[in-house]
């Protein structure tokens, strides 16, 4: 199966920056789409922003301008550089990625989601 992990949450002023990593690992044969989503308190669950294998993005219209998404495809892992941060940007955010793992002729889709970085925005 396909492992994921998330780091680089914590506590931040409002205006400052962090920086989110996310690496997969596993029996992975390709990766297509990498991604973030996030979840406050009584809320839910919404795209952050995606990035594909051919590296186009897509982002919600709430960071567009502030955060951004990268990838590393020879290192399973992507990135979200979050700039600008507002008390509102504060959730747990989550790593998810799609794609095919198996070997030797034997291949199934997968999805998967990491346990989640908390990042807090406050003064």
């Known amino acids: 199966q396909v492992q994921v992990a998330e780091s680089g949450g914590g506590l931040v002023q409002p205006g400052g920056s962090l920086r989110l990593s996310c690496l997969a690992s596993?029996?992975?044969?390709?990766?297509?789409?990498m991604g973030w989503y996030r979840q406050a308190p009584g809320k839910q669950r919404e795209l952050v922003a995606v990035?594909?294998?051919?590296?186009?993005?897509n982002y919600a219209d709430s960071v567009k301008g502030r955060f951004t998404v990268s990838r590393d495809n020879a290192k399973n892992t992507v990135y979200l550089q979050m700039n600008s941060l507002k008390p509102e940007d504060t959730a747990v955010y989550y790593c998810?990625?799609?794609?095919?793992?198996?070997?030797?002729?034997?291949?199934?889709?997968?999805?998967?989601w990491g346990q989640g970085t908390q990042v807090t925005v406050s003064s």
């Open positions: 596993g029996n992975i044969f390709s990766i297509n789409a």
């Open positions: 998810n990625t799609r794609g095919t793992y198996g070997s030797g002729g034997y291949y199934s889709a997968f999805t998967s």
């Open positions: 990035v594909s294998s051919g590296g186009g993005t």
